[in-house]
């Protein structure tokens, strides 16, 4: 128990005496984290107490985990639970967000739960080469990592300390026995982000620093089999303005019962937090009609603005912005009618600084899938859209065939949107003639929220 008790301690003497400190903790907690117990998750983010939390197949229990740790902010979108306030800035684009460590500082938090088949340990078990290998890395988790390498390293540039956490299903090239540079690891390493733990911990012989699979209780399903290989596929990454000077994993020896197939990692940092941006954020991006808009802002102190909500042109609740550059307001939504809207901040001559879309509908809408017709022709594109869907990071949409997910896509956090399935799609294309299901998947889980049939000919 002597790592987590020095984090705790290490975590509370930064929050209490120094605004550098910044302790990160990322969870994937499985299945939701009820397959053992839901409460023992909880009860080792309380007991460790880190400043920020990032968790892996939450299944939109992020709200629920906060409120029961008595924590004030969370943000569903990006599943990270923290004590400090969370910003989604409208240039996040479900790719970060942004921690304010003290008034007017922050700090950039992505969080990722890469694809886990194919699995490529298991693929070298099966006698697989080195290039096949690379190419299933490539085609699959590095695909999956695409708009965080293209936005992540230019806020880190910007002087902005970013943290890329996550489940990323890849073992690291820095841990690689037969001299693998597996690309996730080895790209990130390219573009500045630094491997936490083992900036810390640099002999994998002594302190291999296994992430699954963790000793946990047997559960109905899939269990780990002792004689499965342990890999370390669980990382803190760090870029930009911060020291790394703790970094460890927590698991089985240090509570139990343990509660997911995953062992926990928690780094800690110095940091030196940068300058708020100008933005405008919403606390939610779909709202029923009725519920309370919070809009929290930040703007130069040059000239009055003016924060409102508009339709296309029309403009509602304007509100004079004068005294406080930084702030929160709150809007009431009865009176508005369901569709697409926009949140701007503007200067008095009109000229916007930031705006941020959001949504409003019915409190009886729930996610829909469309498609064009229910009949395709074999290699005909499949397009499907979608509308209502809260816009989760990790909402995904997965054709299906008695049950066996044959293709999938997530997506990409918006609320309205549309995946088309044709020959770029990585694994199942072209689908035989059959029958088939698409289903629309809520925050990373495995459980479809609504589907739609049809054929292929």
Not at 235 to 247: D, M
Not at 394 to 412: C, E, G, V
Request: charged share 20%; hydrophobic share 35%.
């Amino acid at each position: 128990m002597f790592w987590p008790v020095f984090l705790i301690f290490i975590c509370g003497f930064a929050r209490l005496f120094a605004s550098c400190g910044c302790t990160v903790m990322g969870f994937n907690i499985e299945d939701g984290g009820g397959l053992v117990s839901l409460s023992q998750v909880i009860h080792v983010i309380r007991s460790v107490n880190p400043d920020i939390v990032c968790i892996q197949e939450a299944e939109g229990r992020v709200p629920y985990i906060a409120q029961a740790l008595g924590w004030p902010y969370y943000n569903s979108r990006m599943r990270v639970i923290s004590h400090y306030p969370i910003i989604d800035p409208p240039e996040g684009k479900g790719v970060y967000v942004f921690v304010e460590m003290e008034p007017g500082k922050v700090v950039a938090v992505s969080n990722v739960h890469l694809p886990s088949d194919p699995y490529g340990p298991y693929l070298f078990h099966e006698g697989k080469s080195n290039a096949y290998v690379k190419g299933v890395e490539h085609k699959v988790r590095l695909a999956a990592l695409k708009r965080q390498l293209q936005i992540l390293p230019d806020l880190a540039a910007d002087g902005v300390p970013t943290f890329l956490v996550g489940d990323f299903n890849a073992p690291s090239y820095l841990d690689s026995k037969r001299g693998f540079k597996w690309p996730v690891s080895h790209e990130l390493a390219k573009i500045g982000f630094r491997d936490s733990y083992r900036e810390v911990h640099r002999s994998v012989k002594k302190e291999p620093g296994f992430t699954w699979w963790a000793a946990r209780p047997k559960v109905a399903g899939w269990n780990p089999d002792p004689k499965d290989p342990h890999d370390r596929i669980d990382f803190i990454y760090v870029n930009g303005p911060a020291k790394t000077v703790g970094s460890t994993t927590i698991g089985a020896k240090d509570f139990s019962p343990w509660p997911s197939d995953h062992r926990v990692v928690v780094s800690h940092f110095l940091v030196e937090p940068s300058n708020e941006p100008v933005f405008v954020a919403v606390s939610k991006r779909l709202l029923d009609i009725g519920e309370r808009l919070i809009v929290r802002y930040n703007a130069p102190q040059k000239e009055d603005l003016t924060l409102a909500i508009f339709s296309k042109d029309k403009r509602f609740f304007p509100q004079k912005i004068k005294k406080s550059y930084y702030g929160t307001l709150e809007f009431k939504t009865k009176t508005l009618k369901p569709g697409s809207y926009e949140v701007r901040l503007s200067t008095r001559s009109g000229k916007v600084l930031s705006q941020i879309p959001f949504t409003l509908k019915r409190s009886d809408e729930k996610p829909l899938l469309i498609l064009p017709k229910k009949v395709f022709a074999y290699k005909e594109p499949i397009t499907v859209s979608w509308k209502h869907a809260p816009g989760h990071h990790l909402d995904w949409i997965s054709i299906t065939n008695d049950d066996s997910s044959l293709m999938a896509a997530y997506t990409q956090s918006e609320i309205s949107g549309s995946y088309t399935f044709d020959s770029t799609t990585q694994f199942g294309w072209p689908l035989p003639a059959g029958d088939y299901q698409i289903n629309y998947f809520l925050d990373d889980s495995k459980r479809a929220v609504t589907s739609l049939s049809f054929t292929v000919k």
